[in-house]
């Protein structure tokens, strides 16, 4: 079964920062993977989509990198604002289950202060 | 504006009451999707839909039940809820699965007391 650890929980840090966020998975049969970022009362909305055979995905000033191999994607974010302030979320789907489903992290939240 | 939409977004009731939850998308979306999201446990995906008359289990189904008669629908129905069923409900549509990205709503939050 796949297991999705984001690593820190949580992160703060001071205005203008880049900072990275971590996403490990234990198996590597994925068909994509997505960064989300969650606000408090609102859904979530999607970052970035990488397809399994892609590296990297660029938006502004987020990129989100992807090693299948290693089981790890990152998300960089560029001088941090702090309407970047959210819980971001990475999530998977996979090819055994036939990509009916995203299985999720738990989350880091991010703090950003002015 | 694409988006897709729950009703109510809050809701408190008691056991044994049935209850539903609406979800509508405006993007003539196949895919649909019913996650739940608690504490520690991240969200888990209770039931999803191919397509019109498609639906099957996720992770989570029991005490759930789903239907699809219209593409942009998709109620999710609490026959006789129990406390544990207390969490924040997502509804989620792609136009297909595995390429596309996935869209939420916006949540609803509900409480079985």
């Known amino acids: 079964k796949q297991e999705v650890t984001q690593i820190p929980a949580a992160l703060s840090v001071p205005e203008g920062e880049n900072l990275v966020l971590n996403c490990s998975f234990t198996?590597?049969?994925?068909?994509?993977l997505q960064w989300f970022r969650q606000d408090p009362g609102k859904g979530l909305t999607s970052l970035l989509l990488i397809q399994s055979s892609q590296r990297e995905q660029t938006s502004g000033r987020l990129n989100a990198s992807l090693d299948k191999s290693s089981g790890r994607s990152t998300l960089y974010i560029a001088a941090s604002q702090p309407g970047d302030s959210a819980t971001y979320l990475c999530a998977m789907s996979e090819m055994n289950t036939g990509f009916q489903k995203l299985v999720f992290g738990t989350g880091t939240r991010l703090l950003v202060s002015p | 504006e694409a988006q897709v939409t729950q009703n109510p977004r809050y809701l408190i009731t008691v056991t044994g009451k049935k209850l539903t939850v609406t979800c509508s998308q405006n993007m003539n979306h196949e895919y649909m999707s019913w996650y739940r999201q608690d504490p520690g446990l991240g969200l888990r995906q209770i039931y999803y839909?191919?397509?019109?008359?498609?639906?099957d289990k996720g992770d989570v189904p029991e005490g759930y039940k789903v239907s699809r008669k219209e593409k942009r629908n998709f109620p999710l129905i609490l026959e006789s809820p129990s406390p544990n069923q207390t969490s924040l409900y997502f509804c989620a549509s792609s136009l297909s699965l595995g390429e596309e990205t996935q869209y939420f709503g916006p949540g609803t939050r509900l409480l079985v007391l």
């Open positions: 839909s191919m397509n019109v008359e498609v639906t």
């Open positions: 198996d590597s049969a994925i068909y994509n």
